[in-house]
C-alpha cells in the first residue's frame, strides 16, 4: 500500500524538511531519525544513511526491553542470541494509529519485518510485527499487512481529513486547535537555492557529520513542521502557538515589545493582520543552526515569513512560509502546507524520552 512519498518519513518524529521537496530522503519528523542505545545521548543523522529503505529483513525472538518513548520507540529482541534494536515513529504518532504499549511486552516472542540498518546491521526500522496470538501490528504509516493476519494499525486518519464542521463555540476564528495530515503537513516547494558558503556548509549534511539531539527542541522553522496538531490562542496583544511536538510554544508579538528578546531557537516573532482572516508572522533573530533537520544552515541572519490564511468556512488555515538568509540562500525559499479543523482534536502532550 503506497500512501505518500513522505509516509515513510514521518514516522520518526516533527518533520525532516530535507533539502530537496521529493520523497524526502531523510524521513520527517520530526525530530528525526535516530538510531541510538536506550539512554545514551541520542543524535540522528539521515534517515536514508541509517537504514536501507529499499530493503527488507525479518527478525522472530523474545522482547528484553521496550523504550515507549518520544521521538523514537524501541525495543529489543534477543533472536539466537543475537541482540536487535528495533525502532519506530513516536509514541504520538503510533497512538493516533490504535497501537498502544501494552500490545508488546517484555517475553513475548514476536517477528518484526523491517528496513535493516546500513551502519547497524542490527538495527530495524519496523513496519510489521507479529505478535505471539498472531494478530500484524501495522507500525508504519506505510506498512500493509504482510502475513494476512488480523491487524492493529489504522493510519487513514494521518492522510485523510475526514469529513469536519464546526464546533459549537469554535465559530470562524483562526484560534482553535489545528491539525493536518501527511499530504498537505508544511513542506519545500522545491530545492533551495544556495550561495557558495551555503553549499559548503551543506555537505557537512549531507555527510551525516550533523547530529540533531532527539530531545532538543527543533528551532524555527523546523518546529513547524510535521503531522502534529498546533494551537493558536489570542492573548491580547500577542498570539501564542502551542505545538505537540516537544511541547514548544511561541510568543507571536502583536506590538513590538520595549526591548527584543535575545536570540532564541525559536526567534522573536512579529505579528500583524491583513484584513480579517489572515495573520502574518514575521521571525527573526533565530539562533538555531539549520532550517530543516538535513539542512540547508542557517545563519543568524535568516528570516522566516509566515502566513496562516483562515478559509470562508472555517475549517482550513493555508500556510505559506518564505525563509531569507543572505549568508546561506541565494534566492528566498518558500514553504506550503494547510491546517484543518478537526473536531475533538487536541494536543497531546510530547515528553520527550520520558515513558
Known amino acids: 500500500m503506497n500512501r505518500s512519498p513522505a509516509a515513510a518519513a514521518v514516522a520518526a518524529g516533527p518533520l525532516a524538511a530535507a533539502v530537496v521537496a521529493g520523497p524526502l530522503a531523510a524521513a520527517v519528523a520530526a525530530g528525526l531519525l535516530a538510531a541510538t542505545l536506550p539512554g545514551a545521548a541520542a543524535a540522528h543523522h539521515s534517515f536514508a544513511a541509517l537504514f536501507d529503505l529499499e530493503s527488507f529483513v525479518e527478525v522472530e525472538g523474545r522482547v528484553t526491553d521496550i523504550r515507549w518513548i518520544n521521538p523514537h520507540i524501541k525495543f529489543y529482541v534477543d533472536s539466537e542470541g543475537d541482540a536487535w534494536e528495533i525502532e519506530a515513529g513516536p509514541t504520538n504518532l503510533l497512538t493516533r494509529m490504535g497501537i498502544e504499549r501494552e500490545l508488546i511486552e517484555v517475553g513475548d516472542t514476536i517477528r518484526v519485518r523491517g528496513n535493516p540498518g546500513r551502519r547497524d546491521p542490527h538495527t530495524v526500522w519496523v513496519m510489521n510485527v507479529r505478535l505471539p496470538d498472531g494478530t500484524e501490528v501495522l507500525a508504519n504509516p506505510e506498512a500493509a499487512p504482510f502475513w494476512g493476519s488480523r491487524t492493529v494499525g489504522e493510519s487513514s486518519s494521518l492522510f485523510e481529513r475526514g469529513e469536519a464542521a464546526p464546533a459549537a463555540g469554535a465559530g470562524d476564528s483562526i484560534f482553535k486547535v489545528w491539525t493536518t495530515v501527511i499530504p498537505s503537513m508544511p513542506l519545500p516547494v522545491g530545492p533551495p537555492s544556495l550561495t557558495e558558503r551555503g553549499r559548503d556548509a551543506q555537505a557537512a549534511f549531507d555527510a551525516g557529520d550533523v547530529p540533531f539531539p532527539d530531545c532538543e527542541p527543533p528551532g524555527m522553522p523546523l518546529a513547524m513542521g510535521g503531522p502534529y496538531p498546533i494551537e493558536l490562542i489570542d492573548r491580547g496583544d500577542r498570539i501564542l502557538i502551542r505545538m505537540e511536538s516537544y511541547d514548544q ?39 538555531y543552526d539549520r532550517f530543516g533537520d538535513l539542512g540547508p544552515a542557517q545563519s543568524g541572519d535568516g528570516r522566516v515569513v509566515e502566513r496562516f490564511t483562515l478559509s470562508p468556512d472555517g475549517l482550513e488555515l493555508a500556510y505559506q512560509l518564505t525563509i531569507t538568509d543572505p549568508v546561506n540562500l541565494a534566492d528566498a525559499w518558500s514553504w506550503s502546507g494547510s491546517y484543518f479543523y478537526r473536531e475533538g482534536e487536541t494536543l497531546k502532550r510530547w515528553n520527550c524520552g520520558v515513558e
Open 249 to 287: 510554544e511561541r510568543v507571536v508579538h502583536l506590538a513590538a515589545p520595549a526591548r527584543e528578546p535575545a536570540p532564541s531557537p525559536l526567534g522573536y516573532s512579529l505579528g500583524r493582520w491583513e484584513g480579517d482572516r489572515e495573520l502574518v508572522v514575521e521571525t527573526t533573530r533565530i539562533d
